[in-house]
């Protein structure tokens, strides 16, 4: 069983930088199309971003295009999330999936696609 194991949250003041990072703890994460999600207190979950298995197809939501990159280096087994230019309503807890299939666009925004969940890491931007 593949279990995405994320880290690199904190605490950063507005219009700072943080990389989030996302592990495979059991397989290779190369087989898998992975997404960044986010929760807020009293929010509900929130895509954020997508990338395929090779890493040639990324989706963004609209409000963190521009600011934030996915990627993946299948060798080292991970995929990141680099967050720059960050604001106060990017605090939330991020959470990393896999999905063991190839999705569309449509699917890749809907945390129903994916079947494996980390316990997400705490980004905290103070204003």
């Known amino acids: 069983q593949v279990q995405p194991v994320e880290s690199g949250g904190g605490l950063v003041q507005t219009g700072g930088s943080l990389r989030l990072s996302c592990a495979a703890s059991g397989r290779t994460i190369s087989v898998y199309e992975v997404g960044w999600f986010r929760q807020a207190p009293g929010k509900e979950r929130e895509f954020v971003a997508a990338i395929n298995w090779s890493g040639g197809v990324t989706y963004y939501a609209d409000s963190v295009k521009g600011r934030f990159t996915i990627s993946r280096d299948n060798a080292k087994n991970s995929v990141y999330l680099e967050m720059n230019s960050l604001k106060p309503e990017d605090t939330a807890v991020y959470f990393c999936?896999?999905?063991?299939?190839?999705?569309?666009?449509?699917?890749?925004?809907?945390?129903?696609?994916?079947?494996?969940w980390g316990q997400g890491t705490q980004v905290t931007v103070s204003s």
């Open positions: 999936a896999f999905a063991p299939f190839e999705m569309t666009s449509t699917q890749a925004i809907h945390y129903g696609a994916y079947s494996y």
